[in-house]
């Protein structure tokens, strides 16, 4: 149960990440806080959906995702399927 709740969370994730960057390739993408964040961004790095980076604005740190070639085929799927 608890794996398939953090597997939706992590689509979930891919999802927004596909939708604020209006499905544009190759575009980064700060991370917001999302339920068991930690674990939920573990699990589409794991599936291969998003790869991340630490930034900073200012003196900020910041976790950006990035879809990968196989997050962006699942995600736009979805969209249009």
Not at 29 to 56: C, F, K, P, S, Y
Not at 65 to 71: D, F, I, P, V
């Amino acid at each position: 149960m608890v794996s398939e709740a953090v597997d939706s969370a992590a689509r979930n994730l891919l999802y927004k990440l596909y939708d604020a960057t209006a499905g544009r390739p190759g575009a980064w993408q700060v991370l917001g806080n999302t339920e068991g964040r930690l674990e939920t961004v573990a699990r589409a790095v794991a599936r291969g959906w998003i790869i991340i980076r630490d930034d900073r604005i200012g003196r900020i740190k910041v976790q950006s995702g990035l879809l990968t070639r196989e997050g962006h085929r699942l995600a736009q799927d979805s969209r249009t399927g």
